[in-house]
């Protein structure tokens, strides 16, 4: 019986083996092969299978096993600073975050998981910092994204990290473009990735991107409460006043504060929705107001 290595798999000759009757036997040859095959697969050869390997086979087997070693050990360290990395996040450590996701990137370059960590971990790390060292952390950011959708291009979460980043650097332009793309991979969720858009357009004080955002979150998901409701704020910049000295309310406002309240009508927006929408129609308030009353929370990404 003569083995021979083929990329890295022991492989036996189709011969066959005769038994002790002159019968050729098949069924026999196939077992062999495979208990060989696994045993040097292995690195556990029995004496037996060993005599019947060749000098090259024998080093082709000490070759990867060596290999094996190699690539297990590499396993071990990148598990371990990817396992470091998720617990000092747990903890809100995110410049030991960095370091261990950083650590997982070198050891090996082609993971997708370690380079969305990663962002992740400099996206939150920039929130703890001002001026250049921010924007050095956010470029980061968004340096680490873009590496993870290159390797994994289908993965809606990723767009999404990614153009909430972007967002946060004032690059909307881009910023929509990846949501838009989380929403066409993930047509289920595409609400609230338009959602989390117009956030970042209110938050950055930019209200008619963030009504098209809206717009597009409630066309996406009619019953998603909270972007109709922030659709219908959006709306109020457009507000204007009658001739008759009443409020009028731009097209689609009045419309969205009573889906908001049909849908969640204990929600955390329904107080003001229910207070904008008895201002609609109603003469303009000219008596004094006080400056100090509670104002609207702005929405947050979700």
Known sequence: MRMKRLLGIVTLSASGFIDSNGNFDLKASAAQAASAQQAAASGNLTQEQERGLTKEQKEALEKQSKENAAAMAKNKAL???????????????????????????????????IWANLGDAYSEQAKTKTGADQQAALDKATESYAKAIALKPDNPAYHNNYALTLARAKKFDEAQA???????????????????????????????????????????????????????????????????????????????????????????????????????????????QNPDAKKKAPPKTK
């Open 79 to 113: 598990n371990d600073a990817f396992n470091a990395g998720k617990e000092a996040m747990t903890a809100k450590n995110y410049d030991a975050a960095v370091e261990n996701f950083q650590k997982g990137a070198e050891i090996d370059p082609n993971q997708n998981v």
């Open 178 to 288: 990846e949501l838009n793309k989380a929403a066409q991979l993930d047509p289920p969720n595409a609400g609230r990735y338009y959602y989390n858009l117009g956030a970042l357009y209110v938050n950055g004080g930019q209200s008619a991107p963030a009504e098209e955002a809206f717009k597009k979150a409630i066309e996406a998901n009619p019953d998603y409460a909270d972007a109709q409701y922030q659709y219908a704020t959006a709306l109020s910049a457009k507000l204007a006043i009658g001739a008759d000295g009443k409020m009028v309310a731009p097209p689609g406002m009045k419309e969205a504060l009573e889906k908001y309240l049909a849908l969640a009508p204990t929600g955390q927006y329904a107080d003001a929705a229910k207070a904008l929408l008895e201002q609609l129609g109603a003469t303009v308030q000219t008596t004094y």
